[in-house]
């Protein structure tokens, strides 16, 4: 069939929306007819050129919601009419990582995912020929898309895909995180670093289970009314002070319980952990870093205490646990809405990079 999908032809170039040829689902695969679809900044990292398993050309987009249309024999768990969250991170529920319990990191797949192609090595995307790649296992920038059965979560129907999409990336992994990965306790006092479409969910997280004192830090002082708007108790511009470690850790009168870093910098990595309290705090790395760019931080900063964790979509088991978010949701728990700040048309895809870019937007959604 023919699709009409933005295409990252080259990085650091804008998506070009034209026709492309999709094949339909084989053994163990999904057709989805995509909905609507937001922008991550992983989208933008990986258009720049910064993401070490980039290719292109290929088809960007991991946070959708949409409508099964076809499905491909031997699929037993989805079928016509359900509706859906395609999962970068799957959940085969019969591998090592799946079956270990320690994870969410499912790996039947990984290896293909990293390549853009589907699990038997191909891709179902073309134009005019030339094989187009998949991107995260998604590529929901196409209003069509195949995925494997495993890697898709069905949700309820009464969920709007305008919204329910963010569930599909930022909402699970910004409060997984907190829930997940942290486990963060009421009465905890945390540092939230990098108040955009991540660091708000691990904001709405916090209060949602009961943090104390809930730090946001940004560079871009238009987010602090942001940050307040979903529970943050204090914010901090790190241009204002001479040293944000220091004045974080004055702040909490010690050092943060935890410390969740959303800005991808590894700079900022640094100071997250630094500003953990010595003995037991803990920071989580979230955001994902420039190809090439390492951490460091003094071992005695880990010797006494401080605790160093990264989260992938938040620690969420995709199958199992995306539906469930989508109900807090539904059921009023956590707030979606005043978050998706721009809905346009995949015609201007290209315009929610910029407002990202220029930190006027905190999530856009493109809606097919
Ligand atoms: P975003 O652009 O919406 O937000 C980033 C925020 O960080 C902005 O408000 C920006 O002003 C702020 N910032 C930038 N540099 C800063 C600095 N030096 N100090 C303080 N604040 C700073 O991006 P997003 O969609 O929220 O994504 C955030 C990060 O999380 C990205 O690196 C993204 O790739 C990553 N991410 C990771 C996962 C995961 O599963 N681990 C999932 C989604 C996104
Ligand atoms: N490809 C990059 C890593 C990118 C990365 O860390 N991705 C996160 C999700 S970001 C969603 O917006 C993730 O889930 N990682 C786990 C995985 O298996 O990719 C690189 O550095 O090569
Ligand atoms: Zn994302």
């Known amino acids: ?63 959708g919601a949409g409508v099964v249309v076809e499905v491909g024999p031997g699929v037993t768990s989805l079928a016509v009419g359900d509706h859906v969250i395609p999962l970068y991170t799957p959940e085969c529920r019969q591998c090592k990582s799946c079956l270990s319990r320690k994870t969410n990191l499912c790996t039947s797949i990984r290896a293909t995912q990293g390549k853009g192609l589907m699990p038997d090595g191909t891709s179902r995307f073309s134009y005019k020929g030339q094989s187009i790649a998949h991107y995260m296992g998604c590529s929901t920038f196409s209003n069509y898309t195949v995925l494997p059965e495993i890697a898709v979560a069905k949700i309820r129907k009464d969920a709007p895909f305008d919204k329910a999409c963010y569930v599909g990336c930022g909402v699970t992994t910004g409060v997984g995180a907190v829930v997940n990965t942290a486990k963060v306790e009421p009465g905890a006092n945390a540092v939230v670093f990098g108040l955009g479409g991540i660091g708000l969910n691990v904001i709405q997280g916090l209060k949602m289970v009961g943090a104390d004192m809930i730090i946001g830090v940004d560079i871009n002082g238009d987010k602090e009314e942001w940050g307040r708007r979903f529970g943050m108790t204090h914010f901090l511009n790190p241009k204002e002070v001479s040293d944000v470690v220091a004045h974080l850790v004055e702040l909490t009168g010690g050092g943060a319980d935890y410390t969740f870093d959303c800005t991808g910098n590894t700079v900022v990595m640094r100071q997250a952990l630094e500003a953990c309290h010595r003995g037991w705090g803990e920071s989580v790395i979230i955001g994902v870093a420039e190809a090439g760019k390492e951490i460091a931080t003094r071992p005695f900063q880990l010797v006494t205490g401080r605790v160093w964790k990264g989260s992938a979509f938040g620690g969420a088991r995709g199958r199992t646990d995306t539906p469930k978010i989508v109900d807090w949701y539904m059921d009023g728990k956590i707030e979606i809405d005043p978050m998706i700040t721009h809905t346009l048309p995949l015609e201007r895809i290209n315009e929610a990079f910029d407002l990202m870019h220029e930190g006027k937007s905190i999530r856009s959604v493109i809606v097919f």
């Not at 989208?43 to 290929?58: H, R």
């Open 1 to 63: 069939m023919k699709t009409r999908a933005a295409v990252a032809f080259e990085a650091k170039r804008p998506l070009e929306i034209v026709e492309v040829d999709l094949e339909g689902p084989r053994a163990g695969e999904v057709l989805i007819e995509i909905k609507a679809t937001g922008v991550c900044h992983t989208d933008a990292y990986t258009l720049d050129g910064l993401d070490s398993e980039g290719i292109f050309p290929s088809i960007l987009g991991h946070e």
